[in-house]
């Protein structure tokens, strides 16, 4: 179990450089679910499973309609 917690961790991290690290937004999107998945994961493996539902649903939810709005100006020339 303690690895299993370790592997979570590290994808955690690996997700959030992802979503820092990218300067297009199609790939941050990409490293924002791996995080937001892994976190779910992690809180769920703890037994917090309505917080990681009130995660999964807001967090995602509110980011990845910000992330398609980002992606839509960026796509359009005027």
Do not use: E, H, I, K
């Not at 299993?4 to 450089?17: Q, R, T």
């Not at 941050?28 to 809180?43: D, F």
Request: negative net charge.
């Amino acid at each position: 179990m303690t690895y299993f917690m370790l592997f979570l961790g590290v994808c955690f991290v690996l997700g959030g450089l992802a979503v820092a690290s990218n300067p297009s937004p199609y790939y941050g999107v990409v490293g924002l679910v791996l995080a937001s998945v892994v976190g779910c994961g992690w809180l769920l493996s703890l037994g917090l499973s309505f917080v990681s539902l009130v995660l999964f649903m807001v967090y995602l939810g509110g980011m990845l309609v910000v992330f398609l709005y980002s992606v839509s100006l960026a796509a359009d020339p005027y």
